[in-house]
């Protein structure tokens, strides 16, 4: 299968590219209209783009001046017909405006996406990190080797 084929890495791609950017309306673009997330950041899930719009609207909006770099690591996919299923490491590390990196965090990511109207779409995405059970809390940076 050639990367054409499949299309978690180019959603990967346009992933990154709009989230450096902060454009929510490219960022939206990649998801279906009846999308349903599991993410990490204070609510047990998201559904429908148009709660999922409030929460990358308030995400951007709160960077400011700064901005954020996605890397994605160990990407695997499979594609059947019209769904596909990819699953990666993420990396997202914040710079100031001046370059300076000032944070950065790991996440484990899986997307379902389905070609929905000639296009292919994120109908659930799914982020977690895993929980250091003394402190329960969640482990947000990745062990060298994992």
């Not at 379902?112 to 482990?139: F, N, Y």
């Amino acid at each position: 299968m050639t990367e054409r084929d499949d299309p978690f890495p180019n959603t990967l791609d346009a992933y990154a590219g709009a989230v450096r950017r902060k454009d929510v309306e490219a960022f939206l673009a990649l998801y279906a209209d009846d999308v349903l997330l599991f993410d990490l950041w204070g609510t047990w899930s998201v559904r429908g783009i148009d709660a999922w719009r409030a929460a990358v609207s308030e995400w951007f909006s709160s960077l400011g001046d700064e901005y954020v770099v996605v890397r994605a690591e160990q990407p695997a996919s499979t594609v059947c017909g019209d769904l596909a299923v990819g699953h990666a490491i993420l990396t997202y590390t914040a710079f100031a405006a001046d370059g300076r990196e000032l944070r950065s965090l790991d996440n484990r990511l899986t997307m379902a996406l389905r070609c929905l109207d000639g296009g292919w779409k994120i109908v659930h995405e799914h982020t977690s990190a895993p929980l250091d059970h003394a402190s329960a809390k969640a482990m947000l940076q990745r062990p060298p080797g994992a």
